[in-house]
């Protein structure tokens, strides 16, 4: 028994990670479909070691009778055909941007908010968090549920493949370029990334403020609590596959290290790497390809009454995109959320 399963954008690198996530992790499908636009129909896409599907057309495909929807083609795109497969009858859970903030869509990541997964038969749509802010909040929620977080401050360095296979390209071309002392014009970005950081990702925004650094606020409000407040800068760094964000916490009561450390051991999806000696910490290249977020350099914040600081990792292809949405699907199950599958 298994769920027919469509991959939307499956020829992207979000959509390639969620093939690759399905089948490692031996979900329960029937059937596994690869869509794309129609330039890609007709390529070929791997499904674990051994099959190979052939991208269709989303344009002319019918999702009835399909059981879950793993979208990661773009906004626009999703705006268009999200809702048409949620009105075939197909479960949606969208990785794109397009119904995160909207409040009858659960933005859910399941290790913080499972028990919002209830609230997606009102659209049959269920939205995945922004990468930055779903590891971001997997680290803050065991933390807020013993010591209640009052404010946020977080620096974001993001890796290139958050923007795309062409922002990989693109850095991997202008490395090349400055060592034989050709020419770089950026296309993907506003400056070049090869041995640069830029502080700009995605629109800026009238008060200032970029979308992805309102995203991390609004969304970590919506998901975990309220009453948080997120200031956040997010950096696009020239590196290929990982975030890692420094983040500063003031909780209303006090809360030590000791207690921090103890907690994050223990927390579903945290892994804590903190030796405070050289090479003792994880970093992007450390976390590549890897399912946790991981947590070093824990210690506390003088600055605040109540407060700590830590350095936060984790690979945003997994559990900042495809990870999480196949966490989704599979919670849907647990949860009993889904109707029942059929026979292979």
């Known amino acids: 028994m298994g769920y027919r399963v469509a991959v939307v954008g499956a020829t992207g690198a979000v959509g390639r990670e969620m093939l690759k996530t399905l089948a490692e992790r031996d979900f329960p499908v029937s059937e596994v479909i690869a869509l794309a636009s129609g330039r890609s129909a007709g390529l070929e896409v791997s499904f674990g070691e051994k099959s190979v599907l052939k991208v269709r057309n989303l344009e002319t495909f019918d999702f009835k009778g399909v059981d879950i929807g793993l979208f990661s083609p773009g906004a626009s795109v999703s705006a268009l055909h999200a809702p048409r497969a949620a009105a075939a009858g197909c479960v949606v859970i969208d990785n794109t941007?397009?119904?995160?903030?909207?409040?009858?869509?659960?933005?859910?990541?399941?290790?913080?908010?499972p028990h919002h997964l209830k609230q997606f038969s009102k659209r049959n749509i269920i939205a995945n968090p922004n990468c930055s802010t779903i590891q971001m909040v997997v680290a803050l929620k065991p933390l807020h549920q013993i010591a209640r977080i009052k404010r946020v401050v977080v620096a974001t360095y993001q890796s290139v493949s958050g923007a795309g296979k062409e922002a990989m390209d693109e850095l991997f071309n202008q490395t090349r370029a400055v060592y034989v002392n050709d020419p770089t014009v950026p296309e993907q970005f506003t400056k070049p990334i090869a041995f640069n950081c830029i502080p700009h990702i995605d629109k800026f925004m009238d008060d200032g403020f970029t979308k992805e650094e309102w995203k991390m606020a609004v969304e970590t409000r919506k998901i975990l609590d309220p009453d948080i407040q997120v200031v956040a800068s997010c950096v696009r760094v020239p590196v290929f596959i990982g975030h890692s964000e420094a983040v500063h916490v003031e909780f209303e009561s006090e809360i030590t290290v000791e207690q921090a450390w103890d907690t994050l051991r223990e927390a579903p999806g945290v892994q804590v790497v903190d030796k405070r000696e050289d090479g003792g910490y994880v970093t992007q290249l450390d976390a590549a390809g890897e399912d946790a977020v991981f947590v070093s350099r824990l210690r506390r914040d003088p600055t605040v009454p109540h407060g700590l600081a830590f350095w936060c990792v984790s690979d945003n292809l997994r559990k900042g995109a495809a990870l999480n949405a196949v966490q989704i699907a599979e919670a849907l199950v647990e949860q009993g959320l889904l109707r029942k599958p059929k026979a292979a």
Do not use: G
């Open 97 to 113: 941007s397009q119904f995160r903030m909207e409040p009858d869509i659960p933005l859910v990541v399941p290790e913080v908010n």
